[in-house]
């Protein structure tokens, strides 16, 4: 048995990129996956493409700006299986300018979604676990955050700011629930969408597109057995430096 097998797991971000290269993977491992993100048509698509290969799924949409929308989706894990096993607080936005073109609306979203989306992910999840006795929160970061390049001083400072909590939120569980950060390098997503320079918009998908890798780390530290925590992984394409 794979050691995703029953578990349920919740995920945002989930219609595309990242968390739905994970939804499917933890499917077809076994899992039960409840998915959120803003788009329902792509959330619906995504659950039947599931449940016709045999798979169990469960979607709402879920705009993260919304505390709500994460206690809802949470709720239906419970409601629907009876448990919540992980939250993968995948979704995030990339919106990324020189500080010089003052985009501040762009500013205000990373943190609205990247940051604040994390935080009330943790606020539905955490009394759930509380209440459980086990859990597992995977907060998806990036290697952004761990060196700081031009253009995305904004996107690293949300980055940064989700890794010191989420090991605060490691320390604070004493050694009761699992936390882990995960922080990819280039991943064939579609997170270039989010981006409002064309010019740094056209570079990225170039370069997504040269060397980026499918997405697989999130599977990993959900298999590991109840006694093994995997903090943090790093993960980049070879050729990333």
Do not use: C
């Amino acid at each position: 048995m794979s050691g995703t097998e029953g578990k349920v797991v919740a995920i945002t971000g989930a219609s595309s990129g990242i968390g739905e290269a994970t939804a499917l993977l933890l499917a077809e491992r076994g899992a039960k996956v409840v998915l959120g993100a803003r788009g329902s048509d792509r959330l619906e698509a995504l659950a039947r493409r599931i449940t016709a290969s045999g798979g169990e799924a469960a979607y709402a949409r879920t705009d993260v700006k919304r505390r709500e929308d994460l206690s809802n989706l949470v709720g239906l894990a419970i409601e629907r299986y009876g448990k919540l096993d992980v939250l993968v607080n995948n979704a995030g936005v990339a919106p990324i300018s020189p500080l010089d073109e003052l985009r501040v609306e762009d500013w205000e979203e990373m943190i609205d979604v990247n940051l604040k989306g994390v935080l009330y992910g943790i606020a539905a999840a955490l009394p759930v676990f509380r209440r459980q006795g086990f859990g597992h929160f995977v907060n998806v970061i990036s290697t952004a955050g761990i060196q700081i390049t031009p253009t995305m001083a904004v996107y690293a400072g949300t980055k940064n700011a989700v890794r010191a909590i989420t090991e605060g939120l490691r320390l604070e569980a004493a050694g009761k629930l699992r936390v882990t950060g995960i922080s990819p390098g280039f991943v064939h997503t579609n997170l270039a969408d989010s981006m409002t320079n064309p010019e740094l918009k056209s570079r990225i998908i170039d370069q997504r597109d040269k060397i980026a890798i499918p997405p697989s780390a999130i599977a990993f530290a959900i298999e590991q057995p109840a006694d093994i925590d995997v903090n943090e992984i790093v993960i980049r394409p070879t050729a990333q430096v």
